[in-house]
């Protein structure tokens, strides 16, 4: 139906991007759209290995900052030129669950990192690759505290290295990304994801009718 797309999903964790990156691509996949799902830190074999050094410490230590950027880093340049890209010029939307706007929220706002900087590594990273769309879902840190806590109890699983994080780096990061998405409003759609799943999915979809498929949201 329509030339390729690259879709980018942000946000606070327990913001709902897993979910509704897997919801956006059924809707576009009955729509005939060739769609691919993937995430980051990840997304190829090296990225994989990476999100496993990140958030389940599996060299034994725990990677410091400056490190912590450059792996995230490191991922992203694999995931643009052997996946990313050549999945665009195979004619697929691609749709991805965090991307360089995690790097500048986490590393920068939250961590302190100078945010131009970060962008210049960016932009080393992705050879220039920019999303077409960047969805960000907005939550408030005590609701996504309580989703993710739900979800922990239901799966027993523990609270990765960036989820202990204080409220304040929380906090930070929120605005941080709020911030991003007013500095470029011709890309970021800012959702509100504190209604049902199905109203965020349908503001979602609505976004990307109106942004991408040239259409009036009523009409789909
Ligand atoms: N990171 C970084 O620091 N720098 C970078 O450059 C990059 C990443 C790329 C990746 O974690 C970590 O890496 C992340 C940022 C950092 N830090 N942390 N922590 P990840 O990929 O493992 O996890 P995540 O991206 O943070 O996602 P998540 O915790 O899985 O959350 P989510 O995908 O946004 O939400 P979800 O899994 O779809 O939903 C969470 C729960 O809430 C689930 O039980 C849902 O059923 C529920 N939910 C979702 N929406 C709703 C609504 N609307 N109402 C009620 N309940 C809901």
């Known amino acids: 139906m329509a030339n390729e797309k690259f879709i980018t999903f942000e946000g606070p964790e327990g913001s709902g991007k897993s979910t509704h990156i897997l919801l956006l691509a059924d809707y576009l996949r009955e729509h005939g759209i060739e769609v691919i799902v993937t995430r980051e830190p990840g997304g190829t074999p090296t990225g994989e290995a990476i999100r496993d050094l990140l958030q389940h410490g599996g060299s034994g230590e725990v990677p410091v900052p400056r490190a912590e950027v450059l792996l995230f880093l490191a991922s992203r340049a694999q995931h643009v030129e052997r996946f990313i890209r050549p999945a665009l010029a195979s004619g697929s939307w691609v749709l991805c669950d965090r991307f360089e706007d995690s790097t500048l929220a986490y590393q920068g706002y939250g961590r302190g990192f100078d945010v131009d900087k970060l962008r210049a590594m960016n932009h080393f990273a992705t050879h220039g690759l920019k999303p077409d769309l960047t969805l960000l879902l907005d939550v408030l840190p005590e609701i996504s505290r309580a ?55 349908s503001a979602i979809r609505a976004a990307v009718i109106r942004r991408l498929m040239g259409g009036d949201p009523n009409e789909h």
């Open 147 to 201: 989703r993710l806590l739900a979800r922990q109890t239901q799966t027993s699983a523990a609270p990765d290295r960036i989820e202990r994080e204080a409220e304040a780096f929380h906090i930070r990061l929120r605005n941080g990304f709020l911030e991003l998405a007013r500095q470029e409003p011709s890309r970021f759609v800012v959702v509100d994801t504190v209604g049902e799943q199905k109203q965020v999915a």
